[in-house]
């Protein structure tokens, strides 16, 4: 008895360390996709994906602006991602 007992306390542990870990992750399935910029169909370039998680689509940002004559600057100090247009604007960092 006392060697079940051992053995349904170590599947427990084995199974909330599994929950915790997996409240960290995220599951999102590759999602095939075509962009169309001004009547122009593109495919994303090799290394980038398009994502689909909780029926949401998640796209490369630099891809989709890069193809909208936009540019895209990250600033590590405060985490701010900013599109600048073409046509102008101020970018902030």
Known sequence: MKKFLNGMLFG??????????ASNTIQAVIFPSIF????????????YEVLN??????????FVAEN???????????????????GGGKQSS
């Open 12 to 21: 427990l542990l084995i199974s909330f360390g599994t929950i915790s870990y």
């Open 68 to 86: 909208m004559n936009a540019t895209v600057g990250y600033s590590a100090r405060n985490h701010n991602i900013s599109i600048l247009s073409a």
């Open 36 to 47: 169309n910029f001004n009547g122009e169909s593109k495919s994303v370039d090799e290394g």
């Open 53 to 62: 998680y909780k029926d949401h689509v998640y796209v490369p940002i630099r």
